[in-house]
Each structure stands twice: as C-alpha cells, then as structure tokens.
C-alpha cells in the first residue's frame, strides 16, 4: 500500500504478537498506521498505544485473522516497518511447544538461544554487501534482564533461560522428530523466531522474547521411560484454545516487561552502525498513513 501521510512521533518500543494475540491496546484507545516497506506488505497494520506509560507500536505476526502461515510471514517488512517508525526495542510473544520436561504447558520462558531448522526464508537486509552479523547471543542481555526480573514478579510458571528449536512448518513435529530435538539440546519448538530475530538485530533492534509453552509437541513424556505421562500430541486447535484461556496473563506479562525496559535503552551494535543505517536510512523518515480509529 502506498502511503501519504507521517506519523508525528518515534515510537521507541515495538511489540510483535504471536499466534493468539491480535490486539494489544484497548478499543478507541490506540492509532492505526500502515507502512509502505522496500519489502511489500506487513502482516498487519501498526497499531501506536500507549502500555505501562510508554508509547509502542504492536504488529500482529500471522495477521489480525491468523491468515499468514510461519513460511510465509514477511518479517523484512515486518522489522524494516517497526524500524521506520523508530523502535529500537522489540518484545516478542511465541506460542511454543514443549521438548523438555522443564518446560510443561502454561510455562513462561524468557527464550536465550535459538537452533535454526529452517530454510528458504529471506532471512537478510545485506544482499547487495557483505556482512556478517555477530549473533552468539541473539536476544539482548539488558532486555533480557529486564524480562526476567519483571515476570518473576508475577505469580506465574517460569523458565528464565531456553533454547528454542525454529522449524520450517507449518507442520508440527514427528515423534522420532521431537526426540532427536531434544536430545539436541532444544527446550521449546517454534516456527516463527527466525529470521525475525536476525533481521531486526541487522537493523540495530534489540529483542527479547517471552514464549507460551502451549502444548507437549509430539506427546513426549516428560521422561523418556515415563510413558504413562505422555501428553497427546499437539494440534492447531488446542494450541489456540490453550492461548484464549492465557491471553490475560499474556498480555500482561507483555506489559511488565514493556514497564521494565531502561529509558535509557540502547540496542548493541552486532554489525557496524554505518551497514545498518545505510539499509534502513530511508526508514527514519516513515512513510505512513493513519488508516483507522482502533
């Protein structure tokens, strides 16, 4: 969509919503914008409100209707739109799966490593220049840290660490699939994290993630010799039914951690200032629209 008109702020946090969060702000209280990007559409319009006391900017990432599937989602535009409008922060939520028994349903995990699984997504700014983004670890520690300490305040199940295994999807996983995951070391499973989380770190954003563990992936037992406590395996409806009963405590958490971001936040610089500015130079001069009253 091609835009004309300007939002008249910078939105210095964004939020990206996972599978069961569509809306953030409450109704009539939030603007609506559309971002023309280099890259085509965004998954959903932007909508600006204000969380905790500060101003962000929420992007659902399989849109407002769950019509985008995993291999399909558009996260260059996604991260150059929250980009253009100033972000520097991004919180992402993520429904995952379960592959260890540590990480049962209804658990909250503030996710610190990733295993990449999957393939054909463009997964850089940097096709026309070299450059080789540092990513040993790929969410901000400061957010991180800030993460951690707001959801232990919550009376809620927590993990403060996790290794999330990316797979292409939109299937789920086979049995033999799960187990050999596990085994290598994975916690969570998601179809989403990557390349997002690479892609706004090229662009000089810094993320941290809050995962949902909705469901026991494949049915693992919490211990291999364990069968008996075997959970059936996943599927997209109980997946959903799962995230409408926790959207509450979801949201929430959302907002802990959106309060707890220093306001003197700056992201770490993982390639040089000068490549990241020279790809998103354009978006510090958004172009957009206010598209509706939400």
């Known amino acids: 969509m091609t835009t004309t008109g300007a939002v008249d702020e910078t939105v210095g946090i964004g939020v990206i919503g996972g599978s069961g969060l569509y809306e953030l702000f409450e109704p009539g209280t939030a603007d609506e914008v559309d971002v023309d990007t280099p890259f085509g559409p965004t998954s959903s319009p932007i909508t600006i409100g204000t969380m905790a006391g500060k101003r962000v900017a929420f ?3 399989h849109g407002r209707a769950h019509s985008v599937a995993p291999h399909r989602i558009n996260h260059r535009a996604n991260i150059w739109a929250l980009r253009s409008l ?3 922060a991004v919180v992402s939520s993520s429904a995952v799966g379960g592959l260890h028994p540590d990480y049962a349903p209804g658990t909250f995990v503030v996710t610190d490593q990733l295993i990449d699984r999957t393939w054909g997504r463009a997964d850089t700014f940097f096709e026309d220049a070299v450059q080789h983004l540092s990513f040993a670890d790929p969410f901000d520690p ?3 840290r800030a993460a951690v300490t707001a959801i232990e ?5 927590f ?3 996790g290794t999330c295994v990316v797979i292409q999807g939109p299937r789920f996983s086979t049995r033999a699939e799960s187990l050999w995951m596990r085994q290598a070391g994975g916690h969570t499973i998601n179809m989403t994290m990557t390349p997002e989380v690479p892609l706004a770190a090229e662009l000089g954003i810094g993320t941290v993630n809050l995962s949902f563990v909705t469901d026991a992936d494949a049915g693992l037992a919490p211990a291999e010799d364990d069968v008996d406590a075997a959970e059936a395996p996943v599927t997209h409806g109980a997946v959903m039914e799962r995230l409408a009963r926790a959207n509450e405590v979801i949201v929430r958490a959302i ?3 959106v309060a707890a971001i220093p306001d003197d936040y700056t ?3 993982l390639v040089p200032a000068g490549a990241s500015e020279s ?3 354009s978006a510090d001069a958004p172009a957009t629209t206010p598209a509706a009253r939400s």
Request: proline fraction near 12%; charge should be positive; charged fraction near 30%.
């Open 255 to 257: 907002g802990s951690i």
């Open 59 to 61: 992007l659902t990432r």
């Open 267 to 269: 992201p770490r610089e």
């Open 159 to 161: 993990r403060p660490t």
């Open 142 to 144: 400061v957010l991180r």
């Open 153 to 157: 305040q919550l009376d809620v199940p």
């Open 86 to 88: 100033g972000v520097r």
């Open 279 to 281: 790809v998103a130079r």
